[in-house]
């Protein structure tokens, strides 16, 4: 197959599998349309979008196709991906888990008639899930474009030109981080680092104008969720498998996620 036949065919296939998920999605808007309340009984936030669509009062008015983005592309895959890697690390790491969910089960069950409101009290799993993003940026190449001609490091960048800053990379930069391909959650305890675009060393939410405005939504989101499971489960390899044995490449796709599925063995946690 030639490069171009080759082309031609992957952009076929991405149609195609744009028409798939269209019909998916617009099934998924259009009945949030139809029940104006989610199944907890209050609005989720395509309902809030759908409300904000219908009031007509923004300068640049919401079409189906922004949710369908936002919500579903943006939204999910990256915090889905995201907890993939902390649990690989996290069977990795057993005493990272240990510790983990020694925190995870000591405070919810402290609390155990209202478990959403305390996941602010789980310090040691946030510092899990900014290691884990460090190593693991689920969108690790940030386009951008030049608005007028720079000279940088000796380049000179063309006004137009596009240029991908390579977070991956700059979370691996020896320059700015011990040890940088170690898994250890402990580094961000010492030194008061965030990930809200100021810090330049540590971006997988962006940073500037274009930065993740999700953010919050993509915390609780994995802060909920692995917090559940490791409360609720304890986590193990399957026999014959050491954490050594777990291979970390990497997929193409919208979000970086690990290409073999992981196999565990799950027992609940009584
Ligand atoms: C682990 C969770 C997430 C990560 C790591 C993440 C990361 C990112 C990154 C790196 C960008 C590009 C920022 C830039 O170019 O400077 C981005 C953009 C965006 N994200 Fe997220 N994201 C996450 C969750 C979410 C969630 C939950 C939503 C919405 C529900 C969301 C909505 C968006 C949108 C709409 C944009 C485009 C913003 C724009 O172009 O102006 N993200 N995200």
């Known amino acids: 197959m030639t490069d171009e036949s080759a082309m031609s065919f992957t952009r076929r296939r991405l149609k195609t599998m744009r028409r798939k998920l269209?019909?998916?999605?617009?099934d998924v808007i259009d009945r949030h349309k139809r029940l104006r309340n989610s199944e907890f009984g209050s609005e989720d936030l395509i309902h809030v979008l759908l409300r904000v669509q219908e009031e007509e009062k923004?300068?640049?008015p919401i079409g189906n196709d922004n949710i369908k983005a936002d919500v579903f592309t943006a939204g999910t895959d990256t915090s889905a991906t995201t907890i993939d890697w902390a649990m690989v690390e996290l069977l990795r790491h057993p005493q990272v888990m240990a510790k983990a969910q020694a925190e995870v089960r000591h405070v919810l069950k402290r609390n155990s008639t209202n478990q959403n409101n305390v996941v602010h009290e789980l310090k040691y799993l946030k510092l899990v899930i900014k290691e884990t993003l460090?190593?693991?940026p689920p969108t690790p190449l940030l386009p951008?474009?030049?608005k007028e001609e720079k000279v940088?490091?000796?380049?000179?960048i063309r006004t137009g030109e596009k240029v991908l800053v390579n977070v991956w990379a700059m979370h691996?930069?020896?320059r700015y981080w011990k040890e940088p391909e170690k898994f250890n959650p402990e580094r961000f305890e010492n030194q008061y680092l965030d990930f809200l675009g100021g810090d330049f060393q540590f971006l997988p939410f962006g940073a500037g104008k274009r930065m993740c405005p999700g953010i919050t939504f993509g915390l609780a989101t994995m802060e909920f969720t692995l917090s559940q499971l490791l409360y609720n489960f304890d986590w193990k390899l399957p026999e014959g498998v050491e954490a050594e044995d777990l291979d970390m490449i990497e997929n193409n796709g919208m979000a970086v996620a690990r290409k073999?599925?992981?196999?565990?063995?799950v027992t609940p946690y009584n």
């Open 22 to 26: 269209d019909v998916i999605l617009d």
């Open 58 to 60: 923004l300068q640049f």
């Open 134 to 136: 460090r190593l693991h």
């Open 144 to 146: 951008r474009a030049c």
């Open 152 to 156: 940088i490091n000796g380049y000179t």
């Open 172 to 174: 691996r930069d020896p």
């Open 260 to 265: 073999p599925n992981l196999f565990v063995v």
